[in-house]
């Protein structure tokens, strides 16, 4: 298995990666990327934490295409990664879930986070003041899914942290009854996944007629990766759900982690805060703005795992 590390613009690296995840090398890719920053930057070197959970990588995403092995630094700055970890319990690791740290499959409903991932969540968990999941799923259902008790979890885009989305459940379900398409009904809001469709455009065309007609009966739609959800006009998104987390602890050191148009709103989140790390999880299917505004890319939930071990 070989990974290709890139600083964007400029250059691209390869080299054998039989050994990743395993006594510390796992950590490479990543390590060289910056190395090279410092050479080019004269900055001072960053220090790691090298006490790692080094088993807890092993073998994970082993099936994944190489192409999808690469970790892109997309900004030539300071190694925002290293300082985050220099003071765990003054800051906060924040993770959507589906694209993020599950990789997408087919069928939402078949998703799994892998075990070295979970146990990685669990060590962050330990060792950092906030480790949060903020899903479009439920609360509930993500964290079934992750699995990882010391973990938070917030589901529905942050829905689920107001209250006056709740008089919004029945309206949300009446409308959605009206709609020939499967739903995924997440209670303070719906979704209508269009990744299996065998006509996609005219899947797509069918679900901008069903958003309009939300739209008129008060609802907000919104179009994510093949899917197009539903929800009440609160003012609640993965931004304010992350403003909200960060103001209970009074947190002001963040790392955040999403793959899709709904964690830009998290990225917004963190302007101005003390220390933030953006990071995207790219894909064909990610937003162009997500990969624009990131500190730092990753290409898969793999390569994401790589980087949460550094921390
Ligand atoms: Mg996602």
Redesign the pocket.
């Known amino acids: 298995m070989h990974v290709a590390v890139q600083g964007v613009g400029d250059r691209t690296y390869e080299r054998d990666d039989s050994d990743r995840c395993e006594g510390g090398r796992h950590r490479r890719p990543l390590r060289e990327a910056i190395d090279e920053e410092e050479q080019r930057h004269d900055d001072d070197p960053p220090t790691y934490s090298e006490q790692r959970a080094e088993e807890a990588c092993n073998q994970t995403y082993e099936n994944e295409p190489r192409e999808h092995r690469r970790i892109v630094r997309s900004v030539p700055h300071d190694d925002l990664v290293a300082r985050l970890a220099e003071a765990p319990k003054s800051a906060a690791i924040l993770l ?5 740290l599950a990789p997408i499959v087919p069928r939402p409903e078949d998703a799994r986070v892998p075990d070295e991932a979970r146990e990685e969540l669990h060590r962050l968990a330990a060792r950092y003041g906030l480790v949060a999941c903020i899903s ?1 799923r439920t609360g509930a259902d993500a964290r079934r899914l992750v699995g990882v008790e010391s973990v938070r979890y917030v589901g529905t885009h942050g829905l689920e942290l107001e209250p006056e989305a709740e008089r919004w459940r029945d309206p949300l379900h009446d409308f959605s009854a009206t709609v020939d398409w499967p739903v995924e009904d997440k209670g303070l809001s719906v979704s209508f996944h269009y990744r299996m469709a065998e006509d996609e455009d005219a899947a797509l065309e069918y679900l901008e007629e069903i958003a309009e007609r939300a739209r008129g009966a008060g609802l907000v739609p919104r179009f994510g990766r093949k899917v197009l959800e539903l929800r009440p006009p609160v003012h609640a998104d993965k931004g304010t759900a992350v403003r909200h987390l960060l103001g209970e602890g009074g947190l002001r050191r963040v790392l955040y982690a ?3 148009t709904t ?1 830009l709103d998290a990225f917004g989140a963190l302007d101005g805060l003390e220390l933030a790390v953006r990071v995207a999880v790219s894909s064909d299917e990610a937003p162009a703005e997500l990969v624009r505004r990131a500190d730092v890319v990753v290409d898969s939930p793999a390569e994401l795992l790589d980087l949460l071990c550094r921390l």
Do not use: A, E, H, S
């Open positions: 959507d879930v589906d694209g993020t479009g999403g793959d899709d964690d």
